[in-house]
């Protein structure tokens, strides 16, 4: 098959929006292909040095929970789309998309001759049997509750097609979910073979140490995987990490410390890359348990922390203050107008005095493994807290099986959302009551209303109000505290050249190793 007229095409997120409302929710789509200034270069062995890597890692998409796992299935997997920079999408794995009955159904094409790394032809068959996988409530997928919208799926030759419950316009963007990766036969004879569509196939699989790739050859997109192989080094210590950019062990690394990233991107040779976004470093409680099922516990920890200082001395003023819900500025129907809560250690006391808390030990599980500082921000949280005179203690959990042993299990934790491309997807993943990963167990029947409501209205400024009904409701009455929104901190050698700023996730979204090439 010829490469050159396999390549993806994409729309804008205005563009896809605009389509959408007007034309029934047809996308069809139009080409716009990444543009570099220079030829890309083949060749070469890439190294990436990542904090987020577990022993308990593993190549099951329906499981990735941290940074590491994230950049590997980008290796070797594909999902239908991917969401671009821009906020549009870009066709992968389907190759043109349209929607019918309001959008309620939608209907992608797949893409022809594509193949996988065990040699075998991608069908539409695959693609059905995927997210019929992950549809399934034994697969603890964190897509589970994008999936949970779908009333039937089916395949009509080359067309896989969803109906929904209720229509939404935001369809494609869910399905560009990064763990809805297209296995053969959806991977259900074996979820952790590694075996995808992706530039590289995987030949090393040592979770939590070291991941090795190598490029593969029947790759179907001559515009991504430029390397001949590339490798993947867990490094989770912040100072290792920066020292093996310094000294070339590695090409590139994520979560720079924001700390040290000014003099750091003084060093010869190494560039810094700063990027806004939707990710956000945040402490979550369990609604659902004691204390935290007391909605004055949870106003009083609120009011009791300081954004701006956190902001100011955590991340050094690579980032902003958030405000209680995983929605800022960066999504395009964010609510402007839900105020914003204060530091107030009055209304602290107030709140904790009316929680009638018996003054026992409040327990924090943090780790550095959650965020780079998250040790500093607990420590700045339990000052505050203490001053009015709540008794926040913290518990130093190790960095290893942190995501799989005490993230989403205990009750009050440190934790890490990169955002999500439409806030549809956001709530869904986690703040719907039967979301698999809604780690703060916030289940309130009329916010999931609400979000079905959304997601089937056209109307942009309706949606809106909704959104910012949703917003406020999570304010002041979820179990989230998020007081600041973290820019993705990249660090790289000035060699590797090809460098896109995504706010969809740190390290291009993943894609470094993808899309980037040596100079």
């Known amino acids: 098959m010829s490469r050159t007229t396999n390549k993806p095409t994409g729309l804008s997120r205005r563009g896809f929006m605009g389509r959408a409302s007007a034309l029934g929710l047809m996308a069809g789509m139009t080409s716009i292909a990444p543009l570099f200034a220079a030829e890309p270069v083949k060749g070469g062995h890439f190294v990436l040095?990542?904090?987020?890597?577990?022993?308990?890692?593993?190549?099951?998409?329906?499981?990735?929970?941290?940074?590491?796992?994230?950049?590997?299935?980008?290796?070797?997997?594909?999902?239908?789309?991917?969401?671009?920079?821009?906020g549009g999408l870009h066709y992968r794995l389907a190759e043109s998309v349209e929607a019918s009955n309001g959008g309620q159904s939608w209907h992608f094409t797949i893409r022809q001759g594509v193949k996988f790394h065990n040699g075998e032809t991608l069908t539409a068959q695959d693609v059905l049997k995927t997210m019929e996988r992950h549809s399934n409530d034994d697969s603890k997928s964190g897509a589970l509750g994008i999936m949970r919208g779908i009333e039937s799926m089916s395949v009509d030759g080359d067309v896989f097609t969803v109906n929904l419950t209720t229509a939404s316009s935001d369809l494609p963007y869910l399905l560009a979910d990064y763990h809805l990766v297209i296995q053969p036969n959806?991977?259900?004879?074996?979820?952790?073979?590694?075996?995808?569509?992706?530039?590289?196939?995987?030949?090393?699989?040592?979770?939590?140490?070291?991941?090795?790739?190598?490029?593969?050859?029947?790759?179907?997109?001559?515009?991504?995987?430029?390397?001949d192989s590339y490798e993947i080094l867990v490094i989770n210590d912040d100072t290792a990490r920066a020292a093996a950019?310094?000294?070339?062990?590695?090409?590139?690394?994520?979560?720079?410390?924001?700390?040290?990233?000014?003099?750091?991107?003084?060093?010869?040779?190494?560039?810094?890359?700063?990027?806004?976004?939707?990710?956000?470093?945040?402490?979550?409680?369990?609604?659902?348990?004691?204390?935290?099922?007391?909605?004055?516990?949870?106003?009083?920890?609120?009011?009791?922390?300081?954004?701006?200082?956190?902001?100011?001395?955590?991340?050094?003023?690579?980032?902003?203050?958030?405000?209680?819900?995983?929605?800022?500025?960066?999504?395009?129907?964010?609510?402007?107008?839900?105020?914003?809560?204060?530091?107030?250690?009055?209304?602290?006391?107030?709140?904790?005095?009316?929680?009638?808390?018996?003054g026992s030990p409040i327990i924090l599980r943090v780790s550095e493994a959650a965020f780079a500082g998250a040790l500093d921000a607990a420590a700045l949280f339990q000052q505050s807290a203490r001053a009015a005179g709540i008794p926040l203690e913290i518990k130093r959990e190790p960095a290893d099986g942190y995501w799989s042993e005490v993230w989403n299990k205990q009750p009050f934790?440190?934790?890490?959302?990169?955002?999500?491309?439409?806030?549809?997807?956001?709530?869904?993943?986690?703040?719907?009551?039967?979301?698999?990963w809604n780690d703060t167990r916030f289940k309130n029947a009329e916010f999931d209303a609400m979000l079905l409501q959304a997601r089937a209205e056209l109307d942009v400024g309706k949606r809106k109000d909704i959104y910012g009904q949703m917003g406020r409701m999570l304010n002041e009455e979820g179990g989230l505290i998020n007081p600041m929104f973290n820019q993705f901190i990249d660090g790289?050698?000035?060699?590797?050249?090809?460098?896109?700023?995504?706010?969809?996730?740190?390290?291009?979204?993943?894609?470094?190793a993808i899309k980037t090439w040596f100079e």
């Open 186 to 227: 959806g991977g259900i004879d074996d979820p952790t073979a590694g075996i995808g569509t992706g530039p590289y196939r995987i030949t090393e699989n040592e979770p939590g140490v070291r991941h090795a790739f190598e490029k593969f050859a029947d790759y179907w997109d001559d515009s991504r995987g430029h390397y």
């Open 492 to 512: 790289l050698q000035s060699k590797v050249t090809g460098w896109e700023a995504n706010p969809n996730g740190e390290q291009m979204d993943g894609f470094t």
């Open 49 to 86: 040095g990542l904090k987020g890597g577990e022993s308990t890692n593993s190549l099951d998409p329906a499981l990735s929970l941290s940074q590491v796992i994230f950049s590997v299935l980008r290796g070797w997997g594909e999902t239908l789309l991917n969401v671009a920079p821009d």
């Open 413 to 436: 934790a440190a934790s890490y959302w990169g955002g999500r491309a439409v806030q549809d997807q956001m709530y869904t993943t986690a703040y719907l009551s039967t979301a698999d």
């Open 245 to 358: 950019l310094q000294s070339g062990q590695v090409h590139a690394i994520n979560m720079v410390s924001p700390k040290t990233a000014n003099l750091f991107g003084r060093a010869p040779g190494i560039s810094i890359e700063p990027t806004s976004g939707r990710g956000h470093y945040v402490f979550v409680m369990h609604t659902d348990t004691a204390p935290f099922d007391n909605k004055d516990l949870r106003l009083a920890l609120k009011y009791a922390i300081n954004r701006e200082e956190m902001v100011e001395k955590v991340l050094n003023g690579y980032g902003a203050v958030g405000n209680d819900t995983p929605i800022n500025d960066a999504y395009p129907l964010f609510d402007e107008t839900i105020p914003q809560r204060a530091f107030d250690l009055d209304k602290a006391r107030e709140h904790y005095a009316a929680s009638g808390h018996d």
